[in-house]
């Protein structure tokens, strides 16, 4: 079974071992990702991570240079789990091992997403295969100019990261152009790593941050519309209604029917059966 013996066997023993190895700081980042809203298009990064191998991490007709990043070599591998995972839960590959079901996938996400640093995961809003060719199409002569207005622009959007300002994932893709120009420049020195390194670390803190105050307005959005339910059932059963709806008891139109059974991830997807 390839990949998925491996696989299989990090789920032995501690069957939380993914969830564990998540700091504290990541966990809403991770809980955020793999929420019936989003993970679909965490499964499209997923996608367009693992084609990366294809293009990034081999020398182009363009440049003989050869990117290197440990982190998203190790995150290509954790995305082929993820694509094995899927294809054997769709029954697009034969599989006759043990049961697999939605929460298993979501730990080999975390997986993933425990391994991908924040920057790249969000970066990939954007045609990162673009950003590439761009960058080794840029004249070599050009790079260095090239490259001091890009680290003037990081500086900025890291001050404003720091300073409590939300971020988009414009910076993260920024952060990941730099780090292609430098490295195509040839010249990237310890002090250029500890740089791309500070853009990343401030990415992240602000990431993490937004992602909790995402959730927590969508707990409280998800209370209100539980209470909007609870009065609605009361106000059935009792005269005056129309005094409950006219004290601000409406129906919240953003969030449906908080009683029902969590979505189905795979729901739009009939093979996913």
Do not use: C
């Not at 501690?14 to 991770?30: L, P, Q, S």
């Not at 290197?68 to 591998?77: F, G, I, Q």
């Amino acid at each position: 079974m390839g990949t998925m013996d491996n696989l299989l066997g990090f789920f032995t023993g501690d069957n939380k071992k993914a969830e564990n190895d998540v700091n504290d700081a990541a966990r809403d980042y991770v809980a955020l990702k793999l929420s019936d809203a989003k993970i679909g298009q965490t499964l499209q990064v997923v996608d367009r991570v693992v084609d990366m191998k294809n293009w990034l991490f081999v020398p182009s007709e363009m440049s003989d240079v050869r990117y290197e990043n440990a982190s998203l070599e190790d995150a290509v591998r954790a995305g082929e789990d993820v694509q094995e995972m899927v294809d054997y839960m769709k029954g697009q590959t034969a599989y006759n091992g043990v049961e697999l079901n939605d929460d298993v996938l979501k730990t080999v996400l975390t997986h993933f997403l425990n391994t991908i640093e924040v920057y790249e995961f969000d970066a990939h809003d954007y045609d990162l295969r673009e950003v590439y060719n761009q960058v080794a199409e840029t004249p070599h002569e050009l790079l260095k100019y090239v490259i001091e207005e890009r680290q003037g622009k990081l500086d900025e959007l890291r001050r404003e990261a720091e300073g409590g300002m939300s971020v988009s994932s414009e910076f993260a893709k920024r952060i990941f152009e730099y780090d292609l120009l430098l490295q195509f420049q040839g010249t990237k020195a310890m002090g250029d790593s500890g740089r791309v390194n500070g853009y990343a670390k401030a990415y992240q803190e602000a990431a993490y941050e937004e992602a909790t105050l995402a959730l927590e307005d969508f707990d409280d959005r998800f209370d209100d519309s539980r209470r909007n339910e609870d009065v609605a059932a009361v106000s059935e059963m009792v005269e005056g209604a129309d005094v409950l709806a006219e004290d601000g008891y409406g129906e919240d139109p953003g969030f449906g029917d908080r009683s029902a059974s969590p979505r189905d991830p795979f729901a739009d997807d009939p093979t996913l059966r």
